[in-house]
């Protein structure tokens, strides 16, 4: 894994987005220079591309990165937005990687190899990856509800007990998934990011997250860290957020790093009640580091955000050279 950027801040372009096509909707040229636009205002020059971007949007995006001296640090998953997929269905969740039917899985690691391919054009170091969720069980509701009423719910308890049944098929078909994935990423030249999830029955849970990194050990794989989603399944009380952290030790890929409130994540850094010196002293050692901000965020909060982050970050990196040159 490439360690260049391990002191640079990148912003992922959903924050740009859906205020680019307001503000240029005719056209992927008028939408491209729209994003740019936006993206000009944070003064940063390291980015994450995010699925709902089309192929034609990122063709003319691809030209201006590279006068401006900017880079793509890492793609997330499902990128460029699938021909035939609408806007309002882009999703890193649009195919199923965990789907025990053949067909949606096979669906699923095509697009995901052509998310790959785009991020080796790119130079990129991270393909960014949600693995799917167990089938039968997509309720969206019961996951934020316990983190709003501050723990466990009985609810969510008959949720959990019925993903326990349901689950490991699911996390064989996920490793059919990453079999493939695996073998194609080494002569891409890329890294797969498993990014640990929001919803209860999403893939991968903590203890399948380590199974998988185990199984997987010495392929160009590893977790991507969420600190939004670590947080509202800790206020649900399904796992402390640290203790992913804990676990994969430096097996870290990459975060998103957005602040939360509640349930409620994706906010700009500082708009929430993140301990963000505790968890940029945790996250120092990540090699890349990137602001997944809802559209919702103003610039000014972005700013700061970044800002508090950049120096938070200098911060922990002091301290761990004093600690290690002692």
Not at 160 to 182: K, M, T, Y
Not at 244 to 257: D, K, P, T, Y
Request: hydrophobic fraction near 45%.
């Amino acid at each position: 894994m490439n360690q260049q950027y391990n002191n640079r801040l990148a912003v992922s372009t959903v924050w740009a987005k859906a205020r680019a096509v307001a503000a240029a909707p005719h056209g992927p040229g008028a939408e491209a220079a729209a994003i740019l636009t936006v993206l000009d205002q944070l003064g940063l020059d390291l980015v994450e591309l995010e699925y709902r971007l089309p192929g034609e949007v990122i063709e003319r995006l691809r030209p201006e990165f590279k006068a401006r001296g900017w880079r793509v640090g890492s793609v997330h998953n499902f990128t460029p937005l699938p021909a035939g997929a609408s806007r309002a269905q882009a999703s890193g969740d649009l195919f199923n990687l965990a789907s025990p039917d053949r067909d949606e899985r096979v669906r699923a690691v095509e697009y995901t190899l052509r998310t790959m391919e785009l991020a080796s054009e790119l130079e990129a170091a991270a393909v960014v990856l949600h693995l799917g969720g167990v089938e039968g069980l997509e309720d969206k509701g019961v996951t934020p509800a316990a983190a709003q009423a501050g723990g466990m719910t009985p609810e969510l308890t008959a949720h959990l007990a019925r993903r326990a049944r349901l689950a490991p098929r699911h996390l064989d078909a996920a490793s059919f998934s990453l079999e493939r994935l695996a073998e194609r990423a080494v002569p891409l030249g890329v890294t797969l990011g498993l990014e640990n999830r929001y919803h209860a029955f999403q893939v991968p849970s903590l203890p399948e997250m380590g199974l998988l990194l185990e199984r997987f050990t010495g392929a160009p794989m590893g977790l991507w860290y969420d600190c939004g989603h670590a947080w509202v399944q800790e206020l649900a009380g399904i796992a402390p957020a640290a203790d992913w952290l804990q676990a994969m030790g430096l097996g870290l890929v990459g975060c998103h790093l957005h602040d939360a409130k509640g349930a409620e994540d994706h906010q700009a850094p500082g708009a929430g009640n993140m301990d963000w010196p505790a968890l940029t002293k945790a996250l120092a050692h990540a090699p890349l580091k990137v602001l997944e901000v809802a559209s919702g965020a103003e610039a000014g909060q972005m700013r700061d955000g970044a800002a508090m982050l950049t120096e938070l970050f200098a911060r922990a990196a002091e301290q761990e050279n004093k600690e290690t040159s002692v």
